[in-house]
Nanobody, 126 residues
């Protein structure tokens, strides 16, 4: 069974840092791209960052230079390091995966994700 479980959310002051984890089971990160998304109250869900099964990464403009996505294939886990957090970063953060492919994925994006975690709440407030 394909499953994604997020963790690492919490309350942090502006300017602080958090590291989110997305633990994947049921398939290998070697064969799937992973994306991080977020949804704030009253707003649409937006793609934040993604990583291919290779080395390709992408970030939405508002987090460039502050967030870093990485992957530990041995642990089958994807991380999102979030630094210099702002109140507008507050949201429920979700990780998602596209359908695993034997060839993997050379790129990544924010559409066509097939599997989703349940999310972890990030609150940036003083």
């Amino acid at each position: 069974q394909l499953q994604l479980v997020e963790s690492g959310g919490g309350l942090v002051q502006p300017g602080g840092s958090l590291r989110l984890s997305c633990a994947v089971s049921g398939f290998s990160l070697d064969y799937s791209a992973i994306g991080w998304f977020r949804q704030a109250p009253g707003k649409e869900r937006e793609g934040v960052s993604c990583i291919s099964s290779g080395v390709f990464t992408n970030y939405t403009e508002s987090v460039k230079g502050r967030f870093t996505i990485s992957r530990d294939n041995a642990k089958n886990t994807v991380y999102l390091q979030m630094n210099s957090l702002k109140p507008e970063d507050s949201a429920v953060y979700y990780c998602a995966a596209d359908h695993p492919s034997p060839l993997g994925s050379s790129t990544c994006g924010y559409v066509g994700m097939d599997y989703w975690g349940k999310g972890t709440l990030v609150t940036v407030s003083s």
